[in-house]
């Protein structure tokens, strides 16, 4: 079965401008953990010592998720994120040559030597720890590098080999370039070795294909998905959480276990966090994710929702709803009037017709009428239009 890694806590928090106290991660991970996330990246303490104080609360506040930080391949970085009590490490180094050899000055095999030494030296220190070696920048790396750091990894003591798409390069329908020829073919060589470790996919949206690009990997056969909450992360950030999950539900997934319905608090929490709003649109936790609005739609949907929904909102504990405006036709005034508890009004036609023409005027401000508030007024000038004519 897939398991979902959440880095919010880690890259999410490498968007610009994004800061969570020690506080403020920890209700994010109890979030994470009641929703079912199976590992929690919390951060790399080497960035800052309330960075491995929060680390080291949330791996010992007795959640079910594992806890993980995020470390350079360095031994005193190691140190750091072991000294956090995590039960996951994440180590990355890069094998590709424009970054050997314009950026670390060594060659591959000096490289090799050093990732095993580091992740050799994790595993000394604790032999329940579960080590994930990133080769960064997997998919502009040639495939033979990544083949031999990762069985060096591996033999070294490591888990999980993760394939980063860390500049959002890949494209599921580009014949070398995919991500599903790196987990395929990582898997196939290392297991020609006898060497079976979990493949992790971490793919950034870049080109807007981060959410295809996993999905691509899943097909491949990868175990472990990396996501944040919003999809934050750095530059364009990575697989937003909601959308992933409700594709694998999609797909059979046997997810039933995760509990969705605190996905909304969870997006709000994190954007009143982080200062980001989420945009109306936004698939699954938009506000509009759920509201219909064109007259065609609502008269439809007033008859069976799923005439224009493919997604069951009720799956996150929420309820479809419809937008008054231009587009509005009489069905969607009816719905909205007994929305706001006046079943009285809805077999009125001459009145919902007045209704719906001043909706019309009304929404050439340009902005959402607010159903709750605006309606009963609407409704007030309207009845007293009637009555005088
Ligand atoms: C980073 C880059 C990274 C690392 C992923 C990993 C990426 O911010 O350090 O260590 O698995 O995208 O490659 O997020
Ligand atoms: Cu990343």
Redesign the pocket.
């Known amino acids: 079965m897939i398991q979902i890694l959440d880095s919010t806590l880690r890259?999410g928090e490498?968007t610009p401008g994004v800061y969570f106290s020690p506080k403020t991660k920890l209700v994010i991970a109890q979030f994470l953990d009641r929703i079912g996330i199976d590992i929690i990246e919390v951060g790399n303490p080497a960035v800052d010592t309330e960075i491995a104080l929060a680390i080291n609360q949330i791996a010992n506040a007795g959640l079910k998720a594992k806890i993980g930080a995020?470390s350079l391949c360095k031994i005193d970085s190691v140190q750091k994120a072991l000294d956090c009590d995590v039960d996951f490490l994440?180590i990355?180094f890069s094998v590709s040559p424009q970054r050997l050899y314009r950026d670390y000055n060594i060659c591959l095999e000096r490289a090799i030597d050093k990732i095993v030494e580091v992740i050799s030296y994790a595993r000394t220190q604790k032999s329940d720890l579960l080590i994930?070696y990133?080769p960064?920048?997997t998919v502009r790396s040639p495939i033979e590098n990544v083949i031999a750091a990762a069985k060096a990894a591996v033999q070294a003591g490591a888990n999980i080999i993760?394939i980063?798409d860390?500049t959002g390069y890949t494209n599921p329908f580009h014949p070398q370039r995919s991500i599903y020829f790196y987990v395929k073919t990582v898997k196939e060589e290392l297991g020609k070795e006898g060497l079976y470790p979990q493949i992790e996919v971490?793919c950034?949206n870049d080109k807007g294909l981060a959410l295809a690009n996993v999905l691509d990997a899943y097909r491949a056969g990868a175990d472990i998905i990396?996501v944040a909450v919003m999809g934050l992360?750095?530059r364009a950030g990575i697989v937003d959480l909601a959308e992933l999950l409700i594709n694998l539900i999609d797909m059979d997934e046997e997810g039933n276990f995760w509990q969705l319905n605190y996905l909304k608090d969870l997006y709000d929490f994190v954007s009143e966090q982080s200062h980001i709003s989420i945009p109306p649109h936004q698939a699954v936790t938009g506000k509009y994710a759920f509201t219909h609005y064109a007259g065609v739609h609502v008269k439809a949907v007033a008859k069976d929702e799923r005439l224009y929904q493919s997604l069951n909102p009720q799956i996150l504990g929420i309820k479809s709803s419809v937008a008054l405006g231009m587009q509005s036709g009489c069905a969607a005034v009816e719905l909205a009037i007994k929305q706001i508890g006046r079943e009285d009004l809805a077999r009125n036609k001459d009145l919902i017709t007045k209704i719906l023409k001043e909706i019309k005027e009304i929404s050439k401000r340009g902005t959402p009428i607010d159903i709750e508030k605006e309606l009963p007024e609407i409704i007030e000038r309207c009845t007293i239009k009637q009555l005088m004519t």
């Open positions: 890259e490498q995020h994440g990355f994930r990133t960064e920048d993760s980063a860390t971490h950034h990396d992360g750095e």
